[in-house]
C-alpha cells in the first residue's frame, strides 16, 4: 500500500470516528499533494509525499515556535496534534549514528574534501535523508566534517 492509499484510508477511518482535529490534520496533508499535482502536473510518489509531509511537519514547528513566544499555548497545542499526525505517515528517523555513516559513505564514495563539496555531498545524502532526519543539522553535520 503506498502513502497516498494509507492517507486515504486514514482520512475515511477519522470520518467514520469523528474525529475532527486528525481529520483536519489529513485533509491539509492531502490538499499540500493535490497543490503539488496540480502545480506540476505529475502523480506525487511515495518520496514526494514524504518530503511534502517534511515540509509541512518543519513549518509545524516553526508556528509552535512563535506560538509559544506569544504565550499562546492552545494554538501551540493544535500545531503539535497536527505534527503528531502527520508524523505517522514518515518513516522513521534516522540515529545520529546512522546519519554519520551515511555521510561519512557520500564522503568517500565522492572523494570529497574542504567547503567547496558541500554541495556535492548534501546532493548526493539527501535523497536518503529526506524525511528521516533534519537536512539542517545534516548540513551541520556535512560542513564539520568537510572542515576538520
Do not use: F, W
Not at 494554538?75 to 499526525?85: G, M, N, S, T
Not at 548534501?122 to 568537510?146: C, E, F, H, N, Y
Amino acid at each position: 500500500m503506498t502513502i497516498k492509499e494509507q492517507i486515504m484510508a486514514d482520512m475515511k477511518a477519522a470520518m467514520k470516528a469523528h474525529d475532527a482535529s486528525r481529520l483536519g490534520a489529513i485533509r491539509l496533508l492531502m490538499a499540500a499533494i493535490k497543490q503539488k499535482e496540480v502545480d506540476e502536473r505529475i502523480q506525487c510518489g511515495d518520496a514526494e509525499i514524504i518530503s511534502i509531509i517534511a515540509k509541512l511537519v518543519k513549518q509545524r514547528h516553526d508556528s509552535i515556535e512563535q506560538y509559544t513566544a506569544a504565550n499562546r499555548q492552545d494554538l501551540a497545542d493544535k500545531e503539535q496534534a497536527e505534527i503528531d499526525v502527520l508524523s505517522t505517515y514518515l518513516p522513521k528517523p534516522l540515529t545520529e549514528e546512522e546519519i554519520q555513516a551515511i555521510i561519512d559513505e557520500a564522503i568517500a564514495t565522492l572523494g570529497a574534501s574542504g567547503m567547496a563539496a558541500m554541495g556535492k555531498v548534501m546532493g548526493a545524502v539527501k535523497p536518503k535523508l529526506t524525511g528521516r532526519a533534519d537536512m539542517g543539522k545534516v548540513s551541520a553535520l556535512i560542513k564539520q566534517k568537510l572542515t576538520a
